[in-house]
């Protein structure tokens, strides 16, 4: 086995990290007063909806968490139940995003707005990411076999290709490389 189904989610979870970075420096930008970057966020915006909801969550939702709650991690009232009602948190604050950045920009309230929600949802995502990277992965690599993470690691290449295709996941990951690189700029 080369990667486990939690490393696999962890390498996400670094990709994911590059946007946040580059959701965060723009949001300072705005509050400094300098432009809104449309056209960074609206990237941005799709990485989240593509990337981070359909490939990332898609592959927890579909088939980590159902192994998880076969090897008896509970969902409702458990930690699965939390991370999908966090994942359900983030679609939306990536939809309050979008509609604010098809308000106008020039006033100050949605400048001040869109700035507050992408600060907002950066600091969600950390959250979730540490959540389930020191609290439920673990469960998940104390509980799980071989076999189980051989089976997820498969399930995760099944439910990429229906969801988003294989080019897709690569052309969001080189827009990560892009969003982060342009930091600061």
């Known amino acids: 086995m080369e990667a486990s189904a939690t490393e696999l989610l962890k390498q996400d979870h670094r990709v994911i990290?590059?946007?946040?970075?580059?959701?965060?420096?723009?949001?300072?930008?705005?509050?400094?007063?300098?432009?809104?970057?449309?056209?960074?966020?609206?990237?941005?915006?799709?990485?989240?909806?593509?990337?981070?909801?359909?490939?990332?969550?898609?592959?927890?939702?579909?088939?980590?968490?159902?192994?998880?709650?076969?090897?008896?991690?509970?969902?409702?009232?458990?930690?699965?139940?939390?991370?999908?009602?966090?994942?359900?948190?983030?679609?939306?604050?990536?939809g309050a995003i979008g509609a604010a950045l098809k308000e106008d920009l020039g006033k100050p309230e949605a400048r001040a707005r869109v700035a507050a929600l992408c600060t907002d949802y950066v600091e969600h995502l950390r959250q979730h990411i540490f959540k389930e990277e020191n609290v439920l992965f673990g469960m998940g690599d104390s509980l799980m076999g071989r076999d189980d993470h051989e089976s997820s690691v498969e399930c995760y290449e099944r439910t990429e290709e229906e969801r988003v295709g294989f080019e897709k996941h690569e052309e969001m990951e080189r827009l990560a490389e892009k969003l982060g690189s342009a930091r600061g700029a």
């Open 17 to 94: 990290e590059k946007v946040l970075g580059a959701i965060e420096d723009a949001a300072e930008r705005v509050r400094r007063g300098e432009e809104v970057p449309v056209q960074l966020l609206g990237e941005a915006l799709e990485f989240s909806q593509v990337f981070v909801d359909r490939c990332h969550h898609g592959k927890e939702e579909v088939c980590l968490f159902p192994c998880l709650e076969r090897k008896g991690v509970p969902n409702e009232g458990g930690p699965i139940g939390v991370m999908l009602r966090e994942h359900q948190i983030g679609r939306e604050m990536a």
